[in-house]
């Protein structure tokens, strides 16, 4: 099934990293077989002065991969000392919902499930507030794991189905105020009608 532009989901992947370190990333959303799913994919880059901006860009995505490189630090993603993106992991939890944000975490030099365990557990927000947790060893960048484009994929129908679920209810609820606006027009003018009857007669 061919969908419009429109209809498509706009990814962010959105990180304090530069976006040299997340085209790895771009490029493979960009590819087959995402195209059929997703819209735009962007990188939206996270930092200590562009709050605002970053919020407003926020409202215009419909699923965010929030993206870390332990390259750049510790896995202090939440819930820990210095962690670098508890407000926004709340806020693009709030904003988009909770089954439509994705935690990345790259260069890792374990990425089992083991290791995910161990972060889940010292940082429990990531599941609370995200759908899920992939991680990356520099290994796993070209090809990604089958398992792991999986993930992606099964998260973005997902998403793209609930959309279509509530645009179609947004849609029915319209039909019917639109039904019941046509009802009372059709009454009103009946009684109007006969008011003018009964004072002709």
């Not at 709030?94 to 995910?116: A, P």
């Not at 994929?153 to 679920?165: I, W």
């Not at 179609?168 to 319209?174: G, H, Y």
Request: glycine share 4%; net charge positive.
């Amino acid at each position: 099934m061919k969908l419009l532009q429109d209809e498509k989901l706009n990814v962010s992947v959105t990180t304090r990293a530069g976006e040299d370190n997340v085209l790895w990333i771009l490029n493979h959303l960009r590819s087959h077989p995402y195209r059929g799913l997703l819209g735009k994919v962007t990188y939206l880059p996270i930092t200590n002065t562009n709050k605002n901006e970053w919020r407003s860009e926020v409202e215009k995505t419909s699923f965010a991969l929030l993206y870390h490189s332990q390259n750049h630090g510790r896995l202090n993603i939440t819930d820990v000392t210095d962690s670098l993106y508890d407000n926004e992991l709340h806020h693009l939890s709030d904003q988009l919902g909770r089954q439509n944000v994705i935690v990345v975490i790259d260069d890792l030099k374990k990425s089992d499930d083991e290791e995910k365990e161990r972060i889940l557990h010292s940082q429990p927000s990531i599941s609370r507030l995200a759908r899920e947790l992939l991680l990356f060893s520099d290994k796993e960048k070209d090809p990604m794991p089958v398992a792991k484009q999986q993930v992606l994929l099964g998260a973005f129908r997902s998403a793209y189905g609930d959309r279509q679920t509530s645009q179609t209810s947004q849609s029915s609820k319209f039909q019917w105020k639109h039904k019941l606006l046509v009802a009372f027009v059709v009454v009103a003018t009946a009684i109007l009608g006969r008011k003018i009857y009964q004072k002709r007669h």
